[in-house]
């Protein structure tokens, strides 16, 4: 996998993925306390169609794990559609951990590393925005 640093867009703009492409936005949230978290996403062709929109709740969790629960509920969904043959997948969130589990599995906890390795089947590429940048993972 490669790795790529670009410069950040400006918060209020959506890059559409390339022609062809589908592109799943997703996010993650949880209380101070840990106590409780949600995730969402929404999932859009390159005409800004919305294809999937989804949002679920989840128990207590970490801040990093319900990131991953969050690109892994959007794999998930992305393989039950037939999108999934037709068309490869960017996900895009701001986990900057999760761009490095994607890219490093051996950097992976234990606990986390089954949800991991789900996510690198389905990705085509992984868009992580934090820290100012945005950093690409893609497997071509």
Not at 54 to 67: N, P, V
């Amino acid at each position: 996998m490669q790795i790529a640093k670009l410069q950040r867009p400006p918060l209020d703009s959506w890059i559409p993925p390339p022609v062809g492409y589908l592109k799943f936005n997703v996010d993650a949230s949880v209380n101070g306390n840990y106590e409780v978290g949600g995730i969402g996403g929404i999932l859009r062709d390159h005409n800004r169609n919305h294809l999937v929109i989804f949002s679920k709740r989840i128990g207590l969790i970490d801040r990093t794990g319900i990131e991953l629960a969050a690109v892994l509920e959007a794999c998930l969904i992305f393989e039950t559609f037939k999108w999934n043959k037709d068309s490869p997948l960017i996900i895009e969130f701001d986990c900057l951990t999760m761009i490095h589990w994607i890219n490093d599995f051996g950097d992976v906890p234990a606990v986390f590393a089954d949800d991991v390795q789900k996510c690198r089947v389905y990705v085509l590429g992984l868009i992580c925005i934090a820290d100012g940048y945005i950093l690409c993972i893609s497997n071509h």
